[in-house]
């Protein structure tokens, strides 16, 4: 199984920006799809963005044009870029990795969250 690590949550003012990194490590031959879910108190979680290994991009649409997801493929790394966050926004963020094991295992993997609070 892979391990995520998290990085770069916190408190930031509305209209302001946060980058949120997630490091796998493990026994990992290979990560297909990156992505990032964010879960609100009281609400379900949901996806935010996803990226494949070959750079392909998706979003929600409440986040389209104001996040970017990237990744580096050689440090097993994803990372968010929010940009004019809103209040809405506010919620814990997950990383999720779907990795391809050296035992030829597939696994989904999960960090353990980081929060994001936009608030004045």
């Known amino acids: 199984q892979a391990q995520l690590v998290e990085s770069g949550g916190g408190l930031v003012q509305p209209g302001g920006s946060l980058r949120l990194s997630c490091a796998a490590s493990?026994?990992?031959?290979?990560?297909?799809?990156m992505g990032w879910y964010r879960q609100a108190p009281g609400k379900q979680r949901e996806l935010v963005a996803v990226?494949?290994?070959?750079?392909?991009?998706d979003y929600v649409d409440a986040v389209k044009g104001r996040f970017t997801i990237s990744r580096d493929n050689a440090k097993n790394t994803v990372y968010l870029q929010m940009n004019t966050l809103k209040p809405e926004d506010t919620a814990v963020y997950y990383c999720?990795?779907?990795?391809?094991?050296?035992?030829?295992?597939?696994?989904?993997?999960w960090g353990q969250g980081t929060q994001v609070t936009v608030s004045s």
């Open positions: 999720y990795a779907n990795v391809i094991l050296t035992s030829r295992a597939t696994v989904d993997d």
């Open positions: 493990g026994s990992i031959l290979t990560i297909h799809v």
């Open positions: 990226i494949t290994s070959g750079g392909s991009t």
